[in-house]
């Protein structure tokens, strides 16, 4: 297999079609004849997907695209700490598809299909491409529990991936969404922009037309996922009025270095999309060797606090397991006394106030 893997590897050869099996994965050269029982260990558990113009941004199997999508025998070990469900989705659904657990906003899960299946999903007990597709009858009831929670003003379509819906599913959820008098806000959660960028058709834009406030949070982790492709289907959403955010995961061996970060929020920005939030790793069963520690999280950022422009500094967030909700991570700046900050260089000052004389 080493010859292949050397051409997948070297020469960044176009793929044409999503690979899936752990044999298209051999023959790609991303995954090696021996790790093969445990690839399939692992194919059992867990959905892969890897769409064409993902997999040409691959140079190696270990490379920060590589590693985010392409499976690992280490998927099989479950660290103590993890859990199947890390962010509490389960405890707080009200009905099939809706998660409830701030009063303002609800997600609304429409279908469990990615266009790729990231190796440290928090949802990786349940996404899939065979999975929760919310039929008519359960998208009916999920639309009835939003019509009758007035308090609901924002609609997060989530899933899964809501771009991975036909235009005409997805024309159909948005129109309903729309037309509740309460909802104010409708976003929209993908990595379809940049890990697919051929899905965003002018049908599925159109789809995506309201008179209420459209948002988008596109998920990516490094620069590289920003290909001509991927920044075309940005523009093309951003045309639409459709003002587009970033989310990325801090993730060992992807963008745990500061200037993979850099990289990657300068690229969001040259893209005018506004990094949002940087998230901490959700304990997710086998997914620890993407773990990097709250404290260089924070060392990371802090290393960009001032050189970088304010435009590309995401918050830093955990999630609570359990379902308590995400806060930020710092780095903090204030003293606990709040009566002196530290400046970008570490310096410490007084905060000057009508009572600090
Ligand atoms: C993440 C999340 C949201 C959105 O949170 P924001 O801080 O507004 O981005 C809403 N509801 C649930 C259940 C969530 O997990
Ligand atoms: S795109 Fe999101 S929901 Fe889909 S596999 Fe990746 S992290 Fe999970």
New binding site residues.
Partial sequence: MSSSRISAAGLNSAHTRTLRTPEELVNAGFVTHGTMPAIGEVAEKYATAIPPAFADLIETPDDPIGLQVIPSPDELVVAPHELADP?G?DA?SPVPGI????AD???LKPLLICPLYCRFCFRREHVGPDGGLLDEEALAVAFQWLRENSAIR?V?LTGGDPLMLSSRRLEHIIRELASIPHVTTL?IHSRVPLAAPEKITDALLDAMDADKAVWM?VHANHAREFSAAGREALRKIQRRGIPVLGQSVLLRGVNNNEAALEDLFRAMVESRMKP??LHQLDPAPGTARFHVPIEEGRRLLAGLRGRVTGLAWPTY?L?IPG?Y??VPLGPDYVEPSLSAVSDPNGQRHAIRTPNSQ
């Fill in positions: 962010i989705d707080l998660v409830h657990r701030y906003r609800a997600l924002e997060i976003r949070v949002y939030y967030v999630d379902g909700g995400k």
